[in-house]
T-cell receptor, first 113, second 113 residues
Framework: EAAVTQSPRNKVTVTGGNVTLSCRQT?????MYWYRQDTGHGLRLIHY???????QIGDVPDGYKATRTTQEDFFLLLELASPSQTSLYFC????????????FGPGTRLLVL | GDSVTQTEGQVALSEEDFLTIHCNYS??????LFWYVQYPGEGPQFLFR?????EKGSSRGFEATYDKGTTSFHLRKASVQESDSAVYYC????????????FGRGTRLQVYA
């Protein structure tokens, strides 16, 4: 079973604050993804990567940066957090391109005051 | 662009009822189609997928058949249980962009004993 972990599980920050969300997968998967989940919108892709040092823009990238430091680690950065970024964030990984299964982490709930 | 439309909001059923959650897609070619399930407090989990017209995917008593003619991939289960209560997401693999899934907005299934 694929293992994807996220930290922190919960985070509260203020408007304009700096937040880093972390994701680690231990299955040597090539692809990693960051999604946000909001009521009425489902899951929306923010950024993704197909290997260390690689970054690709998703569907809702504004206000977010990402960095893939190793095959295992993928970070999501909010440098000037806004209340509109209050959401539940999921990281996922998959061993190959889109045809394969994506394995999701448990999520990070972020509240921006 | 690619899109997925599924049954909106919540579906409420009693145990042993028949379940149908509708999913229709808009995309060129033959995108891979997926169903994911998300239990409370967890990340989404892959349920099954199909890649070709008339192909049936199935898992845990759930099934769906890829229908290119009606651009549909409806989720069905003959007899639901209370433990099936969850949010169900239909998704497609983007045909023009490698490595991305487009998710529907999700359908909450509540099964009453």
């Amino acid at each position: 079973e694929a293992a994807v972990t996220q930290s922190p599980r919960n985070k509260v920050t203020v408007t304009g604050g700096n937040v880093t969300l972390s994701c680690r997968q231990t299955n040597s998967h090539n692809y990693m993804y960051w999604y946000r989940q909001d009521t009425g919108h489902g899951l929306r892709l923010i950024h993704y990567s197909y290997g260390a040092g690689n970054l690709q823009i998703g569907d809702v990238p504004d206000g977010y940066k990402a960095t893939r430091t190793t095959q295992e680690d993928f970070f999501l950065l909010l440098e000037l957090a806004s209340p509109s970024q209050t959401s539940l964030y999921f990281c996922a990984s998959s061993p190959d391109w889109v045809q394969d299964t994506q394995y999701f982490g448990p999520g990070t709930r972020l509240l921006v005051l | 662009g690619d899109s997925v439309t599924q049954t909106e909001g919540q579906v409420a059923l009693s145990e042993e009822d028949f379940l149908t959650i509708h999913c229709n897609y808009s995309a060129s070619g033959y995108p891979a189609l997926f169903w994911y399930v998300q239990y409370p407090g967890e990340g989404p989990q892959f349920l099954f997928r199909a890649s070709r017209d008339k192909e049936k995917g199935s898992s845990r008593g759930f099934e769906a058949t890829y229908d290119k003619g009606t651009t549909s991939f409806h989720l069905r289960k003959a007899s639901v249980q209370e433990s099936d209560s969850a949010v169900y997401y239909c998704a497609l693999g983007k045909t023009q962009v490698v490595g991305q899934l487009t998710f529907g907005r999700g359908t909450r299934l509540q099964v009453y004993a």
